[in-house]
């Protein structure tokens, strides 16, 4: 069975990586069996993959557009919380 992936590497995020990996992990989670999506954190870099077979394609390119649209709302996010000066590798806020 023919099948595509795509992978997708946000270098040099530093500890916001395992933040953004953490922040799409529970829509990963509800994903059909037929769709294989991976996140991980290689030092500073977020790796994410999305395998699916070939004729899922029109699937794959949405997942894709969906991880971009959130990592692009949670990094937006994170960078007001540093603006604040809290920091995003803590998982605490200012008390």
Same mark, same amino acid.
């Given at each position: 069975?023919r099948r595509i992936r795509v992978?997708?590497?946000? %270098?040099?995020?530093? !500890?916001?990586?395992?933040?953004?990996?953490r922040a799409l992990r529970p #829509? #990963?989670?509800?994903? !059909? !069996?037929?769709?294989?999506?991976? $996140?991980?954190? #290689?030092? %500073? /870099?977020?790796?994410?993959?999305? $395998?699916? !077979?070939?004729?899922?394609? @029109?699937?794959?390119?949405?997942?894709?557009? #969906?991880?971009? /649209?959130?990592?692009?709302?949670?990094l937006k996010t994170l960078e007001?919380? %540093?603006?604040? @000066?809290?920091?995003? /590798?803590?998982?605490? @806020?200012?008390?």
């Amino acid at each position: 069975m023919r099948r595509i992936r795509v992978e997708l590497r946000i %270098e040099g995020l530093g !500890p916001a990586a395992e933040a953004l990996r953490r922040a799409l992990r529970p #829509d #990963d989670q509800t994903a !059909p !069996p037929w769709l294989e999506i991976h $996140e991980m954190v #290689d030092d %500073e /870099d977020l790796v994410l993959s999305v $395998e699916a !077979p070939i004729e899922r394609l @029109g699937s794959v390119r949405n997942t894709v557009r #969906d991880m971009l /649209d959130c990592l692009y709302a949670a990094l937006k996010t994170l960078e007001g919380l %540093e603006g604040k @000066g809290l920091k995003s /590798d803590s998982g605490e @806020g200012a008390r």
